[in-house]
């Protein structure tokens, strides 16, 4: 997808670029009884933080946990979407699909496509937690072969050992799915899928990544993030937002609020304005940094929005050009799904995580390019 026609899509969904900025919306009230000395309001609708954090989805939650771990570090995260916390149908990880498409969905799609997969919905969270309080949390320590790649591909400090040791950080509760979610159907299709294909049953896929690198094939029950007692999501916003936001005095959280540009000061991003719930006007100031974790469709358009990418495409949409910066909004890969189906003559067992429990891995390569087995 091209920057312009991923603009002009958001642009569809969302109104106008000024548009944008009244649409969104719902002012928590948080932020002022949250105050402590290094909070200064300007006025009321303008305040100042260390941090400011655009979006509090995955990504956001994370960083704005980390950063207040300092008392004398103050943030703000600015959020879209609502609060996560008193939503059963969020948390509840078996009812993912009940948030898909649905008032809690950006429910942005493709662009009319010249060789099919026209206007295929491309789900988005708005929502505390972001994509992490509507996906299915199936989680994946990465292969300590892609982390050499990327390091030899320049991504400089994205090494195995690094990489791995942030992943042991992980506040999230990243488990196999526990005995009393592995339904009898999904047990058989395990073992079959193991036989049929020729590849072994995987008890744990991250214990093989830990200690050996990565695997080939295997098929077995997947590693999720979630609670096994209680079937709730351990979503970003649940490991990393819910313990801190009503605790720590220099965290705010500004929910249903549309962050509609960042603002400069010459090349530096000095806050942004936003849009609350109620459509007044914001503006929220960053002392140290901005931060854009708005999501992989939000972030490069609100560069965009904010003068920052293709000058040429950006002038074509009638948007001053602030830093020539070709690649944002261009070029996004997503990893395609697709379903295949199979009339049951008997009841699917009622015991499941969220549907979708186990997988086969295989990988058909040279036997230059396959991980050994453990033995
Ligand atoms: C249906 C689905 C299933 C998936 N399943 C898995 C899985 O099983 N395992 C896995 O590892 N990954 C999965 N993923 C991918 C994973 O969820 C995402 O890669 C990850 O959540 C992205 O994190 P993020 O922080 O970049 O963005 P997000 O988590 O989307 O966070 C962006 C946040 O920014 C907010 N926002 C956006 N724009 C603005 C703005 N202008 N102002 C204010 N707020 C804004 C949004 O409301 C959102 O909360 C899945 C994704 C989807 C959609």
Excluded at 118 to 146: E, M, W, Y
Excluded at 335 to 361: C, G, Q, Y
Aim: charged fraction near 20%; charge should be negative; glycine fraction near 10%.
């Amino acid at each position: 997808m091209s920057a312009g026609a991923l603009l002009t899509r958001c642009r569809e969904r969302r109104g106008t670029a000024s548009q944008t900025e009244y649409t969104q919306v719902g002012f928590p009230g948080i932020p002022l009884s949250h105050t402590n000395e290094r909070i200064r309001p300007v006025s009321t609708n303008e305040t100042t933080y260390d941090y400011v954090i655009v979006g509090g989805g995955t990504a956001g939650s994370v960083i704005a946990n980390r950063l207040t771990e300092d008392p004398g570090t103050t943030v703000c995260v600015i959020e879209g979407g609502p609060d996560d916390r008193d939503l059963e149908h969020v948390l509840r990880l078996r009812d993912w699909l009940s948030v898909l498409d649905s008032e809690l969905d950006y429910g942005y799609t493709t662009t009319e496509q010249p060789h099919g997969n026209s206007h295929i919905l491309h789900s988005r969270a708005r929502v505390l937690g972001g994509c992490s309080s509507h996906n299915t949390l199936i989680s994946f320590r990465p292969f300590a072969q892609d982390l050499d790649d990327w390091v030899a591909a320049g991504a400089e400090g994205w090494d195995n050992a690094t990489v791995q040791s942030y992943a042991d950080r992980i506040k999230c509760n990243i488990v196999p799915i526990a005995e009393k979610d592995r339904n009898t159907m999904v047990k058989d299709w395990v073992s079959s899928a193991s036989q049929a294909a020729d590849v072994p049953v995987v008890e744990d896929f991250n214990a093989l990544t830990s200690h050996g690198g990565g695997f080939s094939d295997g098929a077995g029950f997947l590693s999720i993030a979630y609670d096994p007692y209680t079937g709730y999501r351990s979503s970003a916003s649940v490991a990393y937002l819910h313990p801190v936001m009503d605790v720590r005095e220099n965290l705010t959280v500004l929910l249903e609020t549309w962050v509609g540009r960042v603002l400069f000061d010459g090349d530096r991003a000095t806050g942004v304005s936003a849009t609350t719930k109620d459509g007044e006007r914001i503006t929220v100031n960053a002392r140290q940094e901005v931060i854009v974790a708005a999501g992989a469709v939000d972030s490069p358009r609100l560069l965009m929005l904010s003068g920052v990418g293709n000058a040429e495409e950006l002038g074509a949409l009638g948007i001053e050009s602030r830093h020539h910066l070709p690649g944002v909004g261009e070029n996004l890969q997503d990893h395609p799904e697709s379903i295949i189906m199979w009339e049951t003559t008997k009841r699917v067992p009622e015991n499941t995580v969220m549907h979708s429990d186990a997988a086969l891995f295989v990988r058909r390569g040279t036997a230059a390019t396959r991980i050994p087995a453990p033995t």
